[in-house]
C-alpha cells in the first residue's frame, strides 16, 4: 500500500481498521461503494483491505467475524484509512491503535471514521480543529467528553484530510460523495442506482427521521411543543410557556397530548429528559448529578427516584449492569 501520488496508476486504497463490536452495516456500505464504482467504471479505481489490531477476527456487534488482511504493526503507508467501530466505542483504550493513527496522521494520509468511530479519532487528538459528526444517538456525550471539539449533526463531514460519519447507510452516501468528487457524479449516481438508493443524500441531510414520521404525528401545533421540548432538555420549560409558545391553552395542550401520545405533556417531557440520560450515563463518566443537572432535574435524589420508576434500575445500577 503506497501513498496517493499526483497522476495515479495504481488504485486508490482505502483501509478499514476494524475494532472491537464494529458495526457490520456502516462498513460493508462503504466498502460496497468502492466495489461498484470498479465495477461500472470497468477499471479499478479502488483497492481495499482489512487492518485488525492483531491478527485475530474483528468480531462486529452481530457477532459476525471477519478476518484481517493487515495487522496496525504492518502497515506502513497508506492513501485512506476509515476506523470502523460501534458499540461502546468511547471505552476502547487500546495504544496500539492510538500510536498506529497517530503514526498514519503524521504522514498525510486522509483519515476518517464512520459510526461512532469518531470517538477514536477523538481520542487521538486528530479531530482537534477539525469539523467532525458522529450518530445522532452520541452526540450528546460526545460534545460532553470533547467540548473543544466542532461537533455538527451533518450526515457525514468531510474537512479537509478527515472525513467522519453518522454511520449506518449514512456511510453509503459519504463513499459516494467522495466517488463523485474524484470521478464525476455520473458514476456516483450509477452505484447509488446499482443500490437501489434513490439519491445520493448531501451532508446536510438530517441524520434523523423528521419528527412527524418519528412519532406518527402530523398535528403541526403538537409537533411544534415536541420540538420545544427536544430543544430544552437542560432547562425544561414550564408548561404555561410550551403553550404560549404555540398559540394553545394549557387545557389545550393537555387534550392533544392525551389524544395523540396517550401521556400527559409532563410526562412525555420528563420520558425524554430521562432518555438523554441514559444516554449521557452510559458514553460519558459524568457523576450522576452532572447527568441530573444536564438533563433538568434539580438534584440527583429526584433524578434517581424519576429514573428508578422508568428504567426500573437507579443510575449507578444502569452503570454497572454495562461496565
Known sequence: MQAASPQR????????????RFSSMPFTSAMEALRAANRLSGKPLYSWSVICPDNEPAVASSGVRVLPDFTVDQVD???????????????????RVFNFLRRIARQGSRVGAISTGSYILARCGLLDGYRCTIHWENIPGFKEAFPQLEVTD????????????AGGTAALDLMLSIIALAHGRELATGCAEAFMHERIRDRHDPQRMALRA?????????????ELMEGS????????????????????????????????????????????????????????????????FVSASHFSKCYREFYAKTPRQERQLEG
Open 9 to 20: 496508476i495504481e488504485p486508490e486504497h482505502f483501509g478499514f481498521l476494524l475494532l472491537p
Open 77 to 95: 503507508r497508506i492513501d485512506n484509512l476509515v476506523v470502523v467501530t460501534g458499540m461502546e466505542a468511547e471505552r476502547i483504550n487500546d495504544r
Open 154 to 165: 451533518e450526515l457525514f463531514e468531510v474537512d479537509r484530510n478527515r472525513f467522519t460519519c
Open 214 to 226: 418519528r412519532i406518527g404525528v402530523s398535528h403541526p401545533k403538537l409537533l411544534k411543543v415536541i
Open 233 to 296: 432538555l437542560e432547562e425544561p420549560l414550564p408548561r404555561s410557556q410550551l403553550a404560549r409558545k404555540t398559540g394553545l391553552s394549557t387545557r389545550q395542550l393537555e387534550r392533544l397530548f392525551r389524544k395523540y401520545l396517550q401521556r400527559t405533556p409532563t410526562r412525555y417531557y420528563l420520558e425524554l429528559r430521562l432518555q438523554k440520560a441514559r444516554t449521557l450515563l452510559l458514553q460519558t463518566s459524568l457523576s450522576v448529578l452532572d447527568v441530573a443537572l444536564a438533563c433538568g
